[in-house]
């Protein structure tokens, strides 16, 4: 499925990544970084019809040769980040925003641990399995 | 936007397509006239060349009046290189044609002239198949006389120029070009108009072919092609209906580029609308392409005419649309009027579709790879235009797409371009990653001839896009971006700074790396400290801003956390050395002492910091700060020259050097000397560590600090050794004052008495002009007063003590004790008669007819509650049984040079320790009368203490040996107390002076007459005991004072002596005459005065029923009523005795018990002749 998820502030600093395959962390970090460029115009105000509509999902933001990517953003502008092979033709948009949806409600749980403090970023170990669980689609 | 059928319709030619990408260009270009600006010959220095480049393509659009007297605005864009290749699209796109040639050269001699006039003909050769026109500026040799006239006239002809300005010099024959030449330093005002006339001749051969091609038959028209479609029309029928209308629609959209190109914009978006009919129904993809791109820029000149190459603004991202800027731009556009009126105009968004429709075209063809990338360029600059960042962004995405084979050099000019526009629709990330792109191909292996240098710059301007900032202060403060991308960007940037050479940026790179990203760096990357310290070993890192010859400044930074300080104090000087200020008279300040309104509110919620000291440092002495340093990194290593950072005062710090073990909190002491009186903040301190030298201030390290220290420095002061003649004490005291600067310790016996000498030396090179010496200890004032005594006059003779100097003074100690046993404590108001237990050592024989006089033991001890005098030995010299330990302190206040002068002072403090030892002890004391009666004895059982033999001298020329433990008891006889002392409390009798204060008097006045000297025979010590604090009762009283009746005795009319044994015979008549004089100052009232007889058996019984045993004659009682000073009461009675015996006559003087008149002369008073007559009969 997706190979690769990001969980990014409000300020655009990582608060949590995730990669399938960690020898390519860095060069997943460089595409969703610049993805970010991206996200912001999306929210950018000044676009009118981007900030009318009351969706989260982004939808694709762009594609590389080997990957797209895919952006969700919640009403507090946490941006959330999914990048998916390229070659995989068999993952529709709405299996994307279910993916997303998924993500945002283990966040929203993850931000109710009274433990964490919010801005940090996050090192649970359960959400990390939980959401490599949600994006190769064992969850 | 790129379709899957992008290589369908390509054919896959090894044709050389054009190969040069011109990535500056615009959509304005498709209008503009080319023209190329080529420096030629070696003598024209670049400078010179880019001051006449710099002037000649201001003139990029020039109005020209056509034939029919339309005024046309033409359009230039002046370029410095050009592939002939790229001539090849021209008939596909006429704006890629080079029509016009301007050469610059220089020449000194004949034979340069003839070189450059040889290049511009080869120039020209080169471009002949499209050139129309071209021109060569010449710069001769300097001339001595300027004749401006002439050259300002320009040159119609080369010869003529030639013979008025330089006649020496002519261009060969085959130089067919007209020159201009110009003197380099003069300013050339023809220039302009010059070239002007050169746009003008273009021009007009431009219009005279569009006028040409726009007469010629549309139906008899050649093919036109691209270079690359030459191929795929061999052996297609040319003559068919479909070809025929390709050739026209081809036809059409070239006229429409020849109108654009000649400034009639309408006539092209005419043209270009009807071409794009044609072309679409004969399918023809490439060509319908360029005409929708045609239309595109057509409409992009009227839409946007401003639109401006190289734009330097950055469009800040919450710029609503229709900024002002853009509103500006179309309110003063002339074309607004006209834009309503040009037919076929297409809206703005029309034309980003326009645009992408004709890349999707383009698509289809391999060959047009660099028209598709130009054209996506055009198309994103136009969408920044309409500030649409994501239309631009897609199509600058879609140029990553396109396939092109490139020479690295022109990849890294694609990725800059890139970079630059991304950057101007506000994608700062998506710049960085193209500028790291564009940085990493200068460097690629596939790169003949890498460029470290160029890598480094490019990677340099990537940072910001990754939220680096060069400053590691902001850095740290900003806080955000993605950490694992920034470590390994700044890595990257360490590798190429290195790999250029730059060994001081890759050093300060690396520690800014180490600083910023510490809390990010695994264990593994902590192994970069040690990279740094390989770096730094090649160029020392130091704190000051470096500048790149691009102006970037990159600011210096400091590795405040390595090693890490976690605790940064400043130490106070040592207690004895500390200044602290002589007291001076409080100061007068109003009558509010205190307002609970706070000026300045607005700084009240402020967390107050605590950065300023509350004590001083000493100018010119050593000050101390304790810095406690945590080593972060897995191994061991040294930080040197370490030392303050300091403003304010001059302050010299001391280097020091520690090495920090990995891990592992080491503690440093920093110090140095200030060299000057004032406030001294404290901001940080340097470091020279890994090879790097840091300035660490105290508001950048990670741990919070204040932002300084502040500590007041006062001038110098001097010190003073202490020293004292007695040995030191074993240990040192529970009183927590530090200023101890030495001890000294003795053993006094009780009443012991000694001296101490106190030595003192100024060991500083200021004298000492003021000193103090007081004695502190937690005892009453009194008796620290008894047992230490300064004298003060002594003290001050030793100023001024000049610095080596010594002075001494001495301290006199005084084993003071309370003597006096304090086994029962009674109060004195306590009738004595409930006082009467078991103490029957001393018993009395005293006689006594009333019942006061009953009781048997009279002696009692001292109590405790009664004499203030007492009071401070009994709380704290429990017992003068046992010893005690007394600690006190002398304090030795001084001061001197310009540290008296504000008014501060250091106090040294020596600790004395003073044992006291028992040596004698009165366990009970009494009164008694003595024979005479001026005098009383003071009986006292004293008790030798001590375990030696002691020699007791209680009186003058009495002495008594008491062996050590045992006591004895002693009679002293002293003078009984004056009334005069006690006159007051005659005269004015009040109840508040109760009997406590008569006690006072008297007990003050035995002691003072009652000094026990004492040796001890073993050791010579020799002390004075008191009986101080000696309590008596009322009945001891009236023995101690003077009576204030005197009485007069006589017994058959001689005067009765005490010592007298008056003998008689019973039956004889014995007369009794007495007389009571008042001898106060007052008169006494209702006296009685009362004569008793009666019999001691000896044995405590006293037997008063006489009425068989004698009689008596006259009253034994007389009623005195009123008794003057001064004055004298008789009486007179006769007694016979009837049996013989031994009798005895109380004769009392006492005041009703109704009357309380007096607190003395009490109620009940009884006052005695004492002692009794004893009266033997026989």
Known sequence: ?139 | MRSSVSYILSTNTSEPNMSHPDYDQISHDHAALLILIKHIGSQLKPKIFTKFYDRIIKLNDVKITDSSGQVRTIFVRYIKEHPVENNDWGDFQTHRRLIGLISIGKYDSQVELNEVCRVHESLKVKYNSTLYDSRCILFGPLKEIDSPVDRSSGSEESDTKQECNIEKFVSPSNFKTRALYYDEVAPCADLENQIVEFINALFWVLESKRLERSREKLERVSLLFAPFEKKDFIGLDMESRQNKKRCTGRMTKHLGDLCLQAGLIAESLQYYTNAVEILKSVNDWLWLGGAYEGLSAASALVLYPNLQRNESFHRIGSLPEGSPKKAALETISVTTVSKKSISNLLAPDEISKRYREAIIHYSKYQNAGIVETEASFKAARIAVEQNHALQAASFLQNVVYINLTLSEQEKIQRFETLAHIYMQIGFHRKAAFCLRLAATRYVSPQNPNPNWSKCYLLMLQSLSGHKLLLDPIEMLEADQGWPTLQIQILQDLIIAAKRAGYSALATRHMTFLLQTMGPYLNTEQKELAIQLQSLSVQCEGSPVPLVLESGIVVPPANLTDIPLCTSFVLKDLKPHLRPRTIDKEKKDTGPFLFTPIHFGSLDRNKPKTDSKMDFLWVENEVSEITVKLVNPLPFEFKVSNMRLLTSGVVFESVPETVILAPDMAATVSLSGWARESGELEITGYSTHALGVKSNCRLKYMKNQFPAYYKVNVIPSLPILEVATSLPQSASFSNFHDDSIVTSASLSLYHGESTQCTITLKNTSQIPIEMLEVSINTILEASLQNEIFQVDQEEVSLILPLLPEQSASFTVKLYGAANFLALNSAVSPSIPFELNSGGFNSLTTSLPGTSSFSRVNSSIRSSHSGQSSLVGGLTSFVQSATSSSSIEAQLKIRYSGGPGFGSQHCRISTVFFVVDLIPSIHVTNWDVLPAEKNDQFYLVLDVENLTTQEMELQYAECKRMIIEGQESCRVPVPVERCPLSKLSDFYEEPSQSKKLAEINRICSEHISNLVKLNWILNATDSCGIASVKGITLNSRMLDIVRMSPLEWEVKINGDIFGTEEDLVCEAGDCMELQMSVANSLETSLKDLTLAIQFYQDYDNGTLNYRMDTRLAISGSTKKLLSLLEPKNMANHRCNVVFFSPGIYKVDIQCYTPDNNATTSLVSAGHVWRFTPPISIQVK
């Open chain 1, 1 to 139: 499925m997706a190979v690769c998820a990001a969980i990014v502030g409000k300020d655009n600093s990582p608060k949590y990544f995730c990669c399938i395959n960690p020898d390519e962390e860095l060069s997943y970090q460089y595409k969703v970084l610049s993805s970010l460029d991206i996200i912001e115009e999306r929210l950018n105000p000044a676009n009118k019809n981007a900030s009318e509509s009351k969706e989260l999902f982004l939808g694709h933001l762009y594609s590389l040769e080997t990957c797209k990517l895919y952006g969700y953003v919640t009403n507090t502008k946490i941006k959330l980040i999914i990048v998916v092979n390229a070659m995989n033709l068999t993952l529709k948009d709405n299996d994307i925003r279910s993916m997303f949806q998924k993500i945002h409600s283990e966040y929203a749980d993850m931000v109710s641990n009274p433990f964490y403090i919010p801005g940090e970023p996050i090192t649970s170990k359960l959400f990390d399995s939980t959401i490599k669980g949600i994006i190769t689609g064992t969850v």
